[in-house]
């Protein structure tokens, strides 16, 4: 199993910059696609952005071009560097994994982390 640290959620006003961490802990072989989602007060869980092992990202559109997510696959750590942050990015973050290799065929996704709070101030 893999269990997930989050770290670097805090206070911040409108315009500065956070940075999330997520480093995974466990038995695997390799993990394929690491992201981050957040959900705020009232609404749904949301993708924000992800990564694949070989470097490919995505992001959702109201992230593009202000938030930047990287990892460092031998620290198994992923990041989030949010830069021009709105109060609209107040959320609480969650780092995410998915097809996490434990063997030469066996693969688990969808293992979380309990959550950092994002907090942007007018």
């Known amino acids: 199993q893999v269990q997930l640290v989050e770290s670097g959620g805090g206070l911040v006003q409108a315009g500065g910059s956070l940075r999330l961490s997520c480093e995974a802990f466990g038995r695997f072989i390799r993990i394929n696609i690491m992201g981050w989602y957040r959900q705020a007060p009232g609404k749904q869980r949301e993708l924000v952005a992800s990564?694949?092992?070989?470097?490919?990202?995505n992001y959702t559109d109201s992230v593009k071009g202000r938030f930047t997510i990287s990892r460092d696959n031998n620290k198994n750590t992923v990041y989030l560097q949010m830069n021009s942050l709105k109060p609209e990015d107040t959320a609480i973050y969650y780092c995410?994994?998915?097809?996490?290799?434990?063997?030469?065929?066996?693969?688990?996704?969808?293992?979380w982390g309990r959550g950092t709070q994002v907090t942007v101030s007018s």
């Open positions: 995410n994994v998915d097809r996490v290799q434990t063997s030469s065929a066996r693969y688990y996704n969808n293992a």
């Open positions: 990564i694949t092992s070989g470097g490919s990202t």
